[in-house]
């Protein structure tokens, strides 16, 4: 039966997550918070509301065991991104051009003339907000493998927008 145990190994390893060393390190603290601190925050809850009387009939007791419980799962699924996790380099260039990879910054044009920047990640890593792109993303899927000068056409959800790529890092 050791077959067995090889094959759920395998299936936990899944393929590799490529990070940023930011996003890396910025998962790394988020699970030593949750580890060293709001783990204990939710067991002095979990106990205050045992404490309160009768956990059969607690809405208190039933959220923080709730809580707790969350907060397992994001710990697992932290350490299996960590454990999974492949360091992004920075970008090669090909024949003196620079190609948009994973990892990469890209400065772009819109056909309107406004100026976007963002980092092409990793679902795992995307967030809009602060200019992380993912690269199943329309934007990210439309950048990947284009070089500086090069004309995107992207369809939104707003319509066709065309990028200029303008500078890659």
Do not use: C, F, W
């Amino acid at each position: 039966m050791a077959g067995n145990s090889t094959s759920s190994n395998n299936a936990r390893e899944k393929e590799k997550i490529p990070l940023t060393r930011e996003g890396y390190e910025e998962k790394k603290a988020r699970l030593h918070y949750l580890i060293t601190e709001r783990r204990q925050q939710v067991a002095d809850y979990i106990h205050e509301a045992k404490e309160a009387g009768d956990v059969s009939e607690s809405s208190a007791y039933e959220d923080a065991k709730n809580l707790q419980a969350m907060i397992e799962g994001e710990i697992q699924e932290l350490q299996i991104v960590l454990d999974n996790a492949i360091i992004l380099e920075a970008p090669a260039s090909d024949d003196d051009k620079r190609v948009v990879r994973l990892g990469s910054t890209v400065e772009v044009e819109t056909d309107r003339g406004g100026v976007r920047k963002y980092q092409l990640v990793s679902t795992v890593e995307a967030n809009s907000t602060i200019g992380k792109l993912s690269d199943q993303s329309p934007v990210g899927r439309a950048l990947l493998g284009r070089v500086e000068g090069e004309k995107v056409e992207v369809a939104t959800p707003g319509g066709q927008v065309v990028y200029t790529i303008r500078s890659i890092a």
